[in-house]
């Protein structure tokens, strides 16, 4: 038990690197690009394209690229495979904290299974519940603004002279 408890103190590790403020600016303006043109046509074409879970997408895409989380068949692929996971869940299972449980734990699995592990959409399956969607949220905004925030961080973290982005596609 002791050694146990002692687990909790900590490794010791160092911190993530301090940034620069040209990297936060970077990442700051990166972020308001990607949901901006999310948003944008959201609006326009009058079809939801964003979920909470592009937030913490962002994060991954604009402050660690060179993450394996970061990339596209991750990004996509986890998104996909979590919100199926989700919806499949909500409409097959049922609507309950139990079955929203297992579809987390399912899409996690999943995500894991199919090398696809992208951390922000572990939550799509809770917010899945939440909004209680339909099967069009597999296409707007799952996939649809899935493929707009990899493509803005395409576009943008190769802009940067030190970035190259994706380290790999497939």
Known sequence: MNTYLKKFKGQNQQLVPKSTVSEI???FIGSFIAIGIIGYCTKTYDNLLIMGSFGASCVL????PKSPFSQPRNVILGHFISSLTGIFFLHIVGNDYISMALALATAISL???TRTVHPPAGSNPIIIFLLGASWDYLI???LIGSIILVIV???YNNLHKNR???EYWY
Not at 61 to 64: H, I
Request: hydrophobic share 70%.
């Open 25 to 27: 600016i970077f990442a």
């Open 140 to 142: 707007f905004p799952t």
């Open 164 to 166: 190259s982005y994706p």
């Open 111 to 113: 995500m894991i299974a």
């Open 153 to 155: 961080s395409l576009f």
């Open 61 to 64: 895409l604009f402050v660690f």
